[in-house]
């Protein structure tokens, strides 16, 4: 692979990923907050997961939805981690081409997947609170059940593109993305063509997935935020309120950092390129890790059941 970099080529067998540019030297000390956060995350929501299972007071709308996201976050982190730790700890770089394009696949779909239940996790919140009576009746089992099965027949459907326009562009400058995974707009620039088509449907997919999903959320919560007003005392109001803090939290630790990520991606050709690697990282490790800690301490039944594993006392 020595001339690899220089020779024309298209479709290489390989990219080269740098990790984090400019920091290659504090590779192995920046790898310790991110072995963390990954085993924050694979304990969180497995604890999540077991705790759902092994406790039928739990098994309900809300509930499912959660255990959904840890099992996205779970595979969200597991697609990026061992690659990157690999870079970071024994400085293998390479990866192969499909490698790279599966690796591409994963990371849009599940992030797509979980931006879709976090939508279905505020219908939830909204009929909780603005149709208290009605929840059990709207939110059955198996409309829950269909609610998953197409998040992730869209994430997927919407997700398969990527690959596909990345592999047919001729990549005849570079074969090193300047990152430490396989982002879809880090591999198609270093191809040596006009990569519109990728770039408009990243934007499309950003407003028509994540954005319709941002909209749907800004309207429940609209609407729960009125619910909650409207309620007749103060403690009332803030007990509510309290139920839907947690999830407000998380959907801003999820959205932020990937929405300044697009734009840097394709408006920030001045920022330093070590910025655009730490964002979306943090924009991609940050919820996995986040969502089991907040949801597992804001939420009493999931926080009581865990204490009672902890000092292990029966069901």
């Known amino acids: 692979m020595s001339d690899s970099n220089t020779t024309h080529f298209t479709n290489p067998s390989t990219f080269i990923l740098l990790g984090i540019p400019g920091?290659?030297?504090?590779?192995?000390?920046?790898s310790i907050p991110f072995c963390a956060m990954y085993a924050i995350a694979?304990?969180?929501?497995?604890?999540?997961?077991v705790i759902v299972k092994t406790e039928p007071s739990l098994h309900g709308p809300m509930y499912y939805f959660l255990c959904m996201l840890a099992v996205t976050d779970l595979v969200l982190s597991t697609s990026i981690f061992p690659k990157m730790l690999s870079i970071f700890w024994f400085n293998s770089r390479e990866i192969d081409f499909s490698a790279c394009l599966t690796q591409m696949y994963f990371i849009h779909s599940f992030s797509a997947m979980e931006s879709g239940i976090f939508a279905a996790m505020a219908l939830d919140r909204y009929v909780a609170i603005c149709h208290?009576?009605?929840?059990?009746?709207?939110?059955t089992n198996l409309i829950v059940a269909k609610i998953g099965l197409a998040m992730v027949l869209r994430s997927g459907m919407f997700s398969l593109p990527y690959p596909f326009l990345a592999r047919q562009w001729p990549y005849c400058r570079t074969n090193i993305i300047p990152q430490h995974l396989c982002l879809h707009m880090a591999v198609v620039n270093l191809a040596c063509t006009d990569i519109r088509i990728s770039s408009y449907y990243g934007l499309f997919v950003q407003f028509s997935v994540m954005g319709l999903d941002g909209i749907f959320i800004a309207a429940s919560y609209i609407q729960i935020l009125r619910a909650i007003f409207s309620l007749p005392t103060k403690d009332a109001r803030i007990k509510t309120f309290g139920t839907c803090s947690s999830h407000l939290f998380v959907i801003?630790?999820?959205?932020?950092?990937?929405?300044?990520?697009?734009?840097?991606?394709?408006?920030?050709?001045?920022?330093?390129?070590?910025?655009?690697?730490?964002?979306?990282?943090?924009y991609l490790f940050m919820p996995p890790m986040l969502n089991p800690i907040i949801y597992g301490v804001r939420t009493k039944q999931i926080w009581?059941?865990?204490?009672?594993?902890?000092?292990?006392?029966?069901?």
């Open 23 to 30: 920091l290659e030297a504090a590779h192995v000390w920046i």
């Open 42 to 49: 694979v304990l969180g929501n497995f604890t999540i997961l």
């Open 132 to 139: 208290p009576l009605r929840h059990s009746t709207i939110l």
């Open 252 to 282: 801003l630790a999820f959205y932020v950092p990937r929405f300044f990520t697009s734009l840097l991606y394709r408006f920030g050709q001045n920022v330093a390129l070590n910025v655009h690697v730490l964002i979306s990282s943090i």
């Open 304 to 315: 009581d059941r865990l204490l009672r594993l902890f000092i292990h006392e029966g069901p």
